[in-house]
């Protein structure tokens, strides 16, 4: 039982470059989420989904687009890279919604570089 | 709109201390209130939550938090601190749309 894994764990890009960040997880959760944590604002959700095949936008979307095929599977993509988005990327899944008495379970972060 | 402060952005303690670690939020209706720990270059793991009943609610690692309505407040507290709970803490409110308003975060140092 892995939890929540994240790929690729580092990564630096050029303005303009494209990516896209998976995350994994093997708890058969309904809800997953994307946050970025940047330096004395601890983490924003950008994107979170409430099953698979839906997504919904967070509190800093811009820039940023996602996608859930599959159940155990979140997708943060990055069209065109500027460096206002170097951050580290945190996803994280739950059972239930945020307001509910379900934990979230984060995993290990992506450490994204955009030069 | 929902919010989370935490005051304190570094705190240094004496190893077998006690700790104290505040947090005051701002949201309309009931909270349903979060702290977080993150060890360097991990991700974080859920200390202890509160949604409803007892304010004084108990976590993992001995620590515990006790919810105040009336000062909007959610502090954290441990009676003597052991130099692995070096780390940092951050307090959160889970708001409506599925969304988690997270605290700035306070760095804990643990002194030998």
């Known amino acids: 039982n892995a939890g929540v894994t994240q790929t690729p764990k580092f990564r630096v890009l050029k303005t303009g470059q494209s990516m896209t960040l998976l995350c994994a997880q093997d708890?058969?959760?309904?809800?997953m989420y994307w946050y970025r944590q940047d330096p004395g604002m601890g983490l924003r959700l950008i994107h979170y989904?409430?099953?698979?095949?839906?997504?919904a936008k967070g509190e800093v979307p811009d820039g940023y687009n996602v996608s859930r095929l599959k159940k155990q599977n979140f997708l943060l993509g990055l069209e065109s890279a500027a460096p206002s988005q170097t951050s580290v990327y945190f996803c994280?899944?739950?059972?239930?919604?945020?307001?509910?008495?379900?934990?979230?379970?984060f995993g290990p972060g992506t450490r994204l570089t955009v030069l | 709109a929902q919010s989370v402060t935490q005051p304190d952005i570094h705190i240094t303690v004496s190893e077998g201390a006690s700790l104290e670690l505040r947090c005051n939020y701002s949201?309309?209706?009931?909270?349903?209130l979060f702290w977080y720990v993150q060890s360097p270059g991990q991700g974080l793991q859920l200390l202890l939550k509160?949604?409803?009943?007892?304010?004084l609610v108990q976590g993992i690692k001995g620590f515990e938090a006790e919810f105040k309505r009336s000062q909007s407040s959610f502090n954290l507290r441990k009676p003597s601190v052991h130099w692995s709970d070096a780390a940092e803490y951050f307090c959160?409110?889970?708001?409506?749309?599925?969304?988690?308003?997270f605290g700035a975060g306070t760095r804990l140092t643990v002194k030998p």
């Open positions: 994280a899944s739950s059972s239930l919604p945020v307001r509910s008495t379900d934990t979230q379970y």
């Open positions: 708890m058969n959760h309904e809800y």
């Open positions: 989904s409430v099953g698979e095949g839906t997504t």
């Open positions: 949201y309309g209706a009931t909270p349903y």
């Open positions: 509160y949604f409803s009943g007892d304010t």
């Open positions: 959160a409110v889970g708001a409506q749309n599925n969304d988690m308003r």
